[in-house]
């Protein structure tokens, strides 16, 4: 009776020993040693903008090794356009060469260019045009392990 019991003792131990190991080497999205990866999906127009880089900015602070991709399409694409400014009038290029000195990386939907018309030429060069914003949305989640976030 006494070795079933330090059997089942022992069993119990080491579930609970590897669930603490699996626990403690794993974080959301990869292990501890990769960095966490998120996309910023802003298609909201010039506020959702501004809130979203002020949360990138913030996110970076708090963990500057986070891979970050900001997509956009719709009336998101608006403030990696030539000239877009904030409502306070502050020119957004500033803040997008800024982020992408530190590794965040800016994608435009080319169907939204397309669908009103602008010319590619009119996007922050440090913006890379895909052919559909929401197509990268779902690539990068099911295709690499980016975690969703929508400011």
Do not use: W
Not at 76 to 93: C, Q, R, T, V
Not at 110 to 137: C, M, Q, W, Y
Request: glycine share 10%.
């Amino acid at each position: 009776m006494k070795s079933i019991a330090r059997f089942t003792l022992l069993a119990i131990v080491a579930l609970f020993a590897s669930v603490a190991y699996a626990a403690g080497g794993t974080q959301a999205g990869g292990k501890a040693d990769q960095p966490n990866k998120v996309i910023y999906h802003i298609n909201g127009g010039l506020e959702q903008a501004t809130d979203g880089l002020r949360n990138i900015r913030n996110h970076l602070s708090a963990d500057p090794t986070a891979k970050i991709v900001v997509v956009t399409h719709f009336r998101g694409i608006d403030f990696l356009l030539e000239g877009a400014k904030d409502k306070n009038g502050n020119p957004y290029d500033a803040a997008v060469d800024d982020l992408s000195m530190k590794g965040v990386e800016f994608r435009v939907c080319e169907f939204t260019l397309k669908g009103r018309n602008i010319d590619k030429s009119r996007v922050h060069p440090e913006a890379k045009i895909v052919p559909s914003g929401v197509a990268e949305i779902g690539r990068l989640q099911s295709q690499e392990g980016f975690a969703y976030l929508k400011p």
